[in-house]
């Protein structure tokens, strides 16, 4: 099973964007992106300094405008990639790369989306001196401690060593003078705490602006930062990716459900190099790339011809599926094929030791199908049953 998955803020450099406007259509999209969110993405990826680029407002369009030209560098046509690509996830920011890329908003959104994102967390960041530091080595029961003992938050779990600490600036300069045994802290380059309350003001004005974005459910898995599930209703990945700006990122429980899908590659969308680095150490025996210039197109094509296949869900009208979020074993309701639900009906449950979870009709139909039985096991994404829906569809 193949995987994409695309970057946060922090992974751009300077010009990093220039090797791609030899690509035929790199110029006319970047124009019309930066159009549609208002900035000039070319400038942004091929001339600004660090600290230009650094800026939150400015980071975060770049970011997903880069990642979005990647993907269509492999795929021209965005539909070849549901036979294509097994699962998509991001981080952070990322996350509105891979729902593009999925389809479950419009590459357009994703830019007036993130453009508005960028602005209101550097606003949210201006309220309050604070930052983040990245805590390298060390087990993690005794970093989280750590990080709550000087009353910081653990915002990011990337898995392999790497946890995120946010909060107050002088709580992570005290952090960075009294680490834990074998544990190195470094600073990051960010404008403030992100991924904790002190950006509520932010997720405020996603929430305000997400509300009227048309939503439609992938066509592939999309793993959530929130807790690496599978989420097929489009309106809760949108729902999802806007509390996560005050929510922590758990890119950790993301790779753990990419072993549980069987992925077995990962190729990473520009500017790449991050997250194949975090999935070579958590996840050894998964081929990866990271597409970092044009010249890796056809190292990245060889793995798509290898490692690629349809997803589950692509070969089915989207909005009639109920998928389960991760693995676990199936309980089912009084509910029986025929019987017709209202939006936000529990259909079922998934369970396993860690959590349980309801599963409900994201939208009213018909159950006309159940894939699978009182007490089998399921997978991530597996779909659960499908609906007849009311009216004309998703929405």
């Known amino acids: 099973m193949l995987a994409l998955v695309a970057p946060g803020q922090g992974a751009q450099t300077p010009g990093f964007l220039t090797p791609w406007l030899e690509l035929p259509r790199a ?9 549609v969110a208002g900035v000039d993405l070319l400038h942004l990826g091929t001339t600004a300094d660090s600290e230009e680029i650094k800026a939150t407002e400015n980071a975060q369009p770049l970011l997903v405008s880069a990642g979005l030209l990647g993907a269509l560098s492999l795929f021209p046509h965005p539909s070849d990639a549901f036979g294509k690509v097994g699962v998509v996830a991001g981080h952070s920011v990322g996350e509105f790369t891979a729902a593009a890329g999925a389809r479950a908003i419009t590459a357009e959104s994703a830019m ?8 209101a967390m550097a606003q949210a960041s201006a309220l309050v001196t604070s930052g983040m530091s990245a805590l390298l080595g060390g087990e993690r029961e005794v970093v989280i401690e750590a990080i709550n003992k000087h009353h910081l938050i653990a915002a990011n779990e990337n898995g392999a060593g790497q946890i995120v600490a946010a909060g107050l600036l002088e709580n992570l300069q005290a952090l960075e003078a009294n680490p834990p045994e074998g544990v190195r802290v470094r600073p990051l380059a960010v404008a403030g705490a992100f991924h904790t309350f002190y950006m509520e003001s932010a997720h405020a004005r996603l929430a305000q602006l997400a509300r009227s974005v048309t939503v439609r459910d992938p066509r592939t898995k999309v793993l959530s930062n929130a807790d690496g599930a599978v989420v097929h209703s489009g309106r809760e990945i949108l729902d999802r990716m806007v509390s996560q700006i005050s929510q922590p990122v758990r890119w950790d429980l993301c790779m753990k459900s990419m072993s549980e899908l069987g992925v077995t590659a990962v190729i990473e969308v520009p500017p790449a190099g991050t997250l194949v680095g975090l999935i070579k150490r958590a996840l050894p025996g998964v081929e990866t790339l990271a597409l970092k210039t044009p010249e890796d197109i056809p190292a990245a094509m060889d793995i798509i011809a290898r490692h690629g296949f349809p997803s589950e869900l692509s070969d089915n009208p989207t909005w009639r599926m109920i998928v389960a979020p991760f693995s ?20 079922g449950r998934v369970s396993n030791r860690q959590e349980s979870v309801d599963l409900l009709s994201d939208h009213g139909g018909i159950v006309i199908e159940f894939m699978v039985e009182d007490g089998d096991p399921v997978a991530p994404g597996q779909p659960i049953a499908r609906l007849h829906p009311h009216g004309q569809g998703a929405h």
Do not use: C, P
């Open 27 to 35: 110029k006319d999209l970047l124009t019309w992106w930066g159009a």
């Open 112 to 119: 007036v989306l993130v453009r508005e994102r960028g602005l």
């Open 328 to 347: 676990g074993k199936f309980t089912h309701t009084d509910i029986q094929i025929g019987d017709e639900v209202s939006a936000g009906r529990i259909i």
